[in-house]
């Protein structure tokens, strides 16, 4: 099992641009389908993200599809997302999530949780 720990939320306007990180502890880092996921006041939790093990396959949700992107270096057991063109509707709290298997975009099937990182962003 890993223990994730996000940070480089913050607050920032409108169109501009915010790199979130997330450290991996524990062994075998490399064995993890990596996502990403976000959570505003009053909505589900939704997915945003996703990279395979060995970062050759990437998905994204529609919404953030072109403006942000998901990276890992698995040297360093980390993951990172990129986000640039910073909408409002993009503001809550982010989270990273590790899986076993797939490349799954339903926020049950990942097993391992950070505790995420506020991203707000004004008009």
């Known amino acids: 099992q890993v223990q994730l720990v996000e940070s480089g939320g913050g607050l920032v306007q409108a169109g501009g641009s915010l790199r979130l990180s997330c450290a991996a502890s524990?062994?075998?880092?490399?064995?993890?389908?990596m996502g990403w996921f976000r959570q505003a006041p009053g909505q589900e939790r939704e997915f945003v993200a996703a990279?395979?093990?060995?970062?050759?396959?990437?998905d994204y949700a529609d919404s953030v599809k072109g403006r942000f992107t998901i990276s890992r270096d698995n040297a360093k057991y980390t993951v990172s997302l990129q986000m640039n063109s910073l909408k409002p509707e993009d503001t809550a709290v982010y989270y990273c999530?590790?899986?076993?298997?797939?490349?799954?975009?339903?926020?049950?099937?990942?097993?391992?949780w950070g505790q995420g990182t506020q991203v707000t962003v004004s008009s």
């Open positions: 999530a590790a899986a076993l298997a797939g490349m799954p975009s339903d926020r049950t099937l990942y097993n391992y």
């Open positions: 524990g062994r075998a880092f490399s064995s993890y389908v």
């Open positions: 990279i395979s093990r060995s970062g050759s396959s990437i």
